[in-house]
């Protein structure tokens, strides 16, 4: 049945919601959008007159999708080469959804990101749905056609994975700032020393090239191999301007609500560095450079104002 103008609206309206809860489950912007342009397509063929409630069939329609992209994408990264890192969105970008909540500011973080893929894809949808968006148990049990029972199992049994798996600060965005502030100091003063000072013992740093870009597949693990690396990694060089094609411009920004680096290039984004945080110091550093991940970034940067401009260049 074709839709009228007011279908396509219903569906316009719950497209932000249907973005940020695949991003969320999947963990990759270009999967999200798919996976919403697959619910249209399922939407536009339904005969919308018999669907009581449209909100509550596109996101069973989503999530269900979801869940089946996430039991191949689990296939598939068992061929990815080097290390599967989420896909970091800038601060501003629409797909990260609400930010009303302390629960739902953390349910996007990038360390978030990365205990999901620990999970099953039921525990998944389950903790994402809740947390981030506060749906009732019954909702979601109908979603995923399981009990309420078992709803409430699988987010508890999920919501012990992440708070055992990391300790959350919440920081603001100035705060944020800062602390990529000091670690860019630190990390182009060629010595090793300061940025030890910035991390904690047990820090710990892996990137994602995709195999596209060169990227540590095993992490560098304990603060002075990670601050070794950092003091390379941000030293200026021919090899890495003819690497990425020009002058990379280095950044502070936000990504996932938390402090980033941003190396860009003629506009174009090139890697984009998550540092995680405790009130004892960085304890993770998280680097996407696989150039597939970096699209969705690089529209967004490209669209906004950067008025403080760059703190280094390579």
């Known amino acids: 049945m074709a839709l009228i103008t007011s279908d396509v609206d219903r569906f316009q309206a719950a497209r932000?919601?249907?973005?940020?809860?695949?991003?969320?489950?999947?963990?990759?912007?270009?999967?999200?959008?798919?996976?919403?342009?697959?619910?249209f397509l399922r939407w536009q063929a339904a005969d919308v007159r018999r669907i009581e409630v449209p909100e509550a069939w596109l996101t069973k329609v989503l999530t269900n999708w979801c869940l089946n992209m996430l039991t191949s994408a689990r296939a598939r990264r068992e061929t990815y080469v080097g290390r599967w890192l989420p896909?970091?969105?800038?601060?501003?970008?629409?797909?990260?959804?609400?930010?009303?909540?302390?629960?739902?500011?953390?349910?996007?973080?990038y360390a978030v990101l990365v205990l999901l893929e620990r999970l099953s894809?039921?525990?998944?949808?389950?903790?994402?749905?809740?947390?981030?968006?506060?749906?009732?148990h019954r909702e979601i049990a109908e979603v995923l056609e399981i009990s309420e029972a078992a709803s409430q199992q699988l987010y508890h049994r999920a919501k012990k994975h992440i708070t055992n798996g990391r300790a959350h600060t919440e920081i603001d965005e100035a705060?944020?700032?800062r602390i990529v502030e000091e670690f860019l100091a630190a990390a182009t003063t060629g010595r090793t020393e300061p940025l030890v000072r910035l991390l904690t013992q047990d820090a710990f740093a892996v990137g994602d090239g995709g195999g596209k870009?060169?990227?540590?597949?095993?992490?560098?693990?304990?603060a002075l191999a990670v601050a070794t690396f950092m003091r390379g990694l941000f030293k200026p060089?021919?090899?890495?301007?003819?690497?990425?094609?020009?002058?990379?411009?280095?950044?502070?920004?936000?990504?996932?609500g938390g402090p980033a680096v941003v190396a860009v290039v003629e506009g174009r984004v090139v890697?984009?560095?998550?540092?995680?945080?405790?009130?004892?110091?960085?304890?993770?550093?998280?680097?996407?450079?696989?150039?597939?991940?970096?699209?969705?970034?690089?529209?967004?940067?490209s669209a906004a104002d950067h008025p403080e401009g760059p703190l280094h260049t390579l």
């Open 16 to 39: 932000p919601r249907l973005e940020a809860i695949a991003y969320r489950l999947l963990g990759s912007a270009s999967e999200a959008e798919d996976a919403v342009q697959e619910t």
């Open 87 to 109: 896909e970091p969105l800038l601060t501003g970008d629409p797909m990260l959804g609400p930010a009303d909540t302390a629960e739902q500011r953390e349910s996007v973080s």
């Open 121 to 136: 894809p039921n525990e998944r949808a389950v903790y994402v749905l809740r947390e981030a968006f506060d749906y009732p």
């Open 175 to 177: 705060a944020a700032r």
């Open 213 to 222: 870009v060169p990227a540590r597949t095993k992490a560098f693990e304990g």
């Open 237 to 256: 060089g021919a090899a890495k301007r003819a690497h990425v094609g020009g002058t990379p411009e280095i950044y502070a920004t936000t990504a996932n």
């Open 271 to 301: 890697g984009i560095i998550c540092l995680e945080t405790t009130a004892e110091g960085i304890v993770a550093i998280r680097s996407q450079v696989n150039p597939d991940k970096l699209v969705r970034a690089t529209e967004q940067w």
